[in-house]
């Protein structure tokens, strides 16, 4: 799945209006609104420290909020255990016997909480363990634990699926196949809540965002109408390579936001229009006898939106 996947929401999984935390003079949580659809495979973005954790374990039951409303499946975030039996969720380290091994972990999870232990071979196979079920949880690469923790929040076939930086501290291998599994996760029904600060994993796989600073709120919708039409702004590169610096000082004396990236000047068109400043560039160079090989747009990321954002105070 992947941001431009299409999905027709229909009712609301999760919704808070005016939710915070304090803890005595720090506020880790601030007066935040969240609706969340159905359906969706729903980034929660934000950089360390700003929140992500906390709200989860608020709508976990885990902490309790110092202010604000909010439910989950039509249930009072008051009373977590109306709705929790229909959450899974993998919040910081899965906690797992290390002596034993993966399925017997499993299975003792389940046992626990009531739910059907022969689903665990399929969980398994899910998450890409079947081949590893029966060996010790300490042989587990960090990779395998992590999709050990989604398998067990995966137990009892939950409608929402809560995961906090399910691919922290990977290997680029293991973060790839980490998006691959969540991308899978989402079905016409499941609802996927997944936290990270790496913009561009969730750039891929997610197709609704809630972005967040500080605790609070700059934008939730779908991924497509946040970068759909965007340019972050152009490419350029002249013939010579003994002109890429002096057009790098033309281009900053005449007013605009240059970047060196890769060889090449990247020109930030920063709200304006892209044709504009296209021309200028343009201009520029040829009145200064340079050949440019390369004028061209450059798509908006995910994370380029996300810190205009922060920089320009939206909310």
């Not at 202010?67 to 009373?79: C, L, P, R």
């Not at 363990?129 to 010790?136: A, C, P, S």
């Not at 029904?189 to 790496?198: E, F, G, I, P």
């Given at each position: 799945m992947t941001a431009t996947a299409t999905r027709t929401p229909t009712t609301t999984a999760l919704a808070v209006t005016g939710l915070s935390k304090r803890y005595g003079s720090r506020t880790a949580v601030d007066d935040l609104d969240i609706e969340l659809p159905a359906g969706v495979v729903a980034g929660f973005v934000g950089p360390n420290g700003a929140g992500k954790t906390t709200t989860m374990a608020m709508l976990l039951g885990l902490v309790r909020p110092t202010?604000?409303?909010?439910?989950?499946?039509?249930?009072?975030?008051?009373?977590p255990a109306a709705y929790?039996?229909?959450?899974?969720?993998?919040?910081?380290?899965?906690?797992?016997?290390?002596?034993l091994s993966g399925a017997?972990?499993?299975?003792?999870?389940?046992?626990?909480?009531?739910?059907?232990?022969?689903?665990?071979?399929t969980l398994l196979d899910q998450v890409g363990?079947?081949?590893?079920?029966?060996?010790?949880?300490r042989s587990y690469s960090l990779g395998m634990k992590q999709r050990l923790g989604i398998a067990a929040a995966l137990l009892g076939d939950p409608d929402l699926l809560i995961l906090d930086e399910p691919a922290n501290g990977l290997d680029p291998r293991g973060v790839r196949e980490m998006r691959s599994l969540i991308g899978g996760l989402a079905d016409?029904?499941?609802?996927?809540?997944?936290?990270?600060?790496?913009?561009?994993?969730l750039e891929q796989v997610c197709d609704w965002l809630v972005l967040i600073d500080a605790g609070r709120s700059l934008y939730?919708?779908?991924t497509r109408d946040l970068l759909d039409g965007a340019t972050a702004g152009l490419a350029v590169m002249t013939e010579r390579p003994d002109d890429h610096l002096a057009l790098f000082d033309l281009l900053v004396t005449g007013g605009h936001a240059v970047e060196p990236e890769d060889g090449r000047l990247v020109v930030r068109a920063d709200g304006s229009d892209i044709a504009e400043v296209a021309a200028a560039v343009n201009?520029?160079?040829?009145?200064?006898?340079?050949?440019?090989?390369?004028?061209?747009?450059?798509?908006?990321?995910?994370?380029?939106?996300?810190?205009?954002?922060?920089?320009?105070?939206?909310?």
């Open positions: 202010a604000g409303t909010g439910t989950v499946f039509g249930a009072s975030i008051a009373d929790l039996p229909r959450v899974g969720a993998l919040i910081e380290t899965p906690a797992f016997y290390p002596s017997e972990n499993l299975r003792m999870f389940a046992t626990v909480a009531g739910h059907d232990t022969s689903e665990i071979p363990l079947g081949g590893r079920g029966d060996d010790r949880y016409h029904r499941r609802t996927v809540l997944v936290s990270s600060h790496d913009l561009s994993e939730q919708g779908p201009r520029t160079a040829f009145a200064a006898g340079m050949v440019l090989v390369e004028l061209s747009p450059q798509r908006t990321t995910l994370e380029d939106r996300y810190l205009s954002m922060v920089d320009g105070g939206t909310r």
